[in-house]
């Protein structure tokens, strides 16, 4: 069959054995043929026959279907020929194997394209006289046109009267139990494309916000605080007084529910000095810093608030780039003002004109 082997193999068996008036407790053993031939078909017959020896308590045969095709016609060949059994690949090569005229096999099958059979037939057997048998025979004689002597079986496809007649054959000298001969013969890798390694699914864009810093959640924002800056964290209780000064601001970073950024301000009239603007570190380069500080930059001058101030320390080169790109300019500098694991940096002041730097943006 070319389709639909799983669905016609189980109700034939169960009809077959109705009709010979036999229980599956009076098998002694279930021949299979083992290949080659279509995958599918071999995958069924393997399966269904282990399934069925294993509850019978049957022993298995594996037989190919070379030897199917070799001892059903060894009564009619004739003696002292050797046999080339050639079978459908159902591609453009042929499945073939060489019997001797014992009907004995003559080394391991191949798949042989037509153009090479001549050429693989030598080495087999060289000057003697060949039959041809198997479903492909046909193919297998016009690759081979050109030898003399040549014999054709007919009707000699594999069929289970020849899987019958092997297992026969090979129980009776005590084979065919081995595991290695009950397994699939595989001339040729299966035609199928393996599978695409799956692609992980992107990450859901997140919901970024930016939203204005509540005054009375000092706890919280002393712990952002001491994230964005370990080495020199404000406590809950100095966070408390900074937002308690007259005139504080400030926002906040949200990426979906989770914190990631501040930035705190405060209105002293004339002038807005940025307190300290920072950013947890997983999400820093991605932009969070400069669009806190336009938010603040943006209230001081919604306030008329004519410039603002900043201290950066020397060492923070990231958050030194980011001020210069806005505008911001050296005006002084504190020596030793911000504490680190190994010493102090300097603070460097900075100012920026608020008006004229939110006109060019």
Do not use: K
């Not at 016609?73 to 459908?88: E, M």
């Not at 037509?114 to 080495?123: I, R, S």
Request: a neutral charge.
């Amino acid at each position: 069959m070319r389709h639909g082997h799983g669905e016609a193999l189980m109700p034939m068996i169960d009809a077959a054995m109705r009709e010979a008036g036999l229980a599956a407790t009076q098998l002694d053993a279930v021949a299979v043929s083992v290949g080659p031939g279509g995958f599918t078909g071999i995958r069924v017959g393997l399966a269904a026959a282990r399934g069925i020896a294993l509850a019978a308590g049957a022993r298995l045969v594996g037989v190919t279907s070379f030897a199917a095709v070799a001892t059903a016609i060894a009564p009619a060949r004739a003696q002292g020929a050797a046999l080339l059994v050639a079978l459908d690949s159902r591609r453009a090569d042929l499945y073939v194997q060489m019997f001797d005229g014992n009907g004995e096999p003559l080394g391991e099958p191949h798949s042989v394209l037509p153009a090479g059979l001549a050429a693989w037939v030598e080495t087999q057997a060289a000057a003697v006289p060949l039959a041809i048998a198997g479903d492909a025979a046909d193919a297998a004689l016009a690759a081979l046109s050109g030898r003399p002597g040549i014999a054709i079986v007919p009707d000699s496809s594999p069929d289970a009267r020849g899987v019958l007649a092997a297992a026969q054959a090979l129980l009776a000298r005590g084979e065919g139990e081995d595991a290695r001969a009950t397994g699939p013969l595989y001339l040729r890798p299966p035609d199928v494309t393996a599978p695409a390694r799956p692609r992980p699914p992107r990450p859901a864009a997140s919901r970024f916000r930016i939203a204005s810093l509540p005054l009375y959640a000092a706890e919280p924002l002393a712990l952002l605080h001491r994230a964005c800056f370990p080495d020199d964290p404000w406590d809950a209780a100095a966070m408390a007084r900074v937002l308690s000064l007259a005139g504080c601001f400030g926002y906040l970073a949200w990426e979906d529910e989770a914190p990631t950024g501040f930035v705190l301000a405060r209105d002293l009239g004339d002038e807005c000095e940025i307190l300290s603007l920072g950013v947890v570190p997983a999400r820093r380069g991605r932009g969070i810093g400069a669009r806190l500080l336009q938010a603040g930059l943006a209230e001081a001058q919604r306030r008329g608030i004519a410039s603002a101030v900043l201290e950066v320390a020397a060492d923070n080169s990231a958050a030194r780039r980011l001020y210069a790109r806005l505008g911001f300019v050296q005006v002084g500098y504190r020596p030793r003002y911000y504490r680190r694991a190994d010493g102090t940096a300097d603070a460097l002041i900075l100012r920026l004109n608020v008006v004229r730097s939110m006109t060019s943006a």
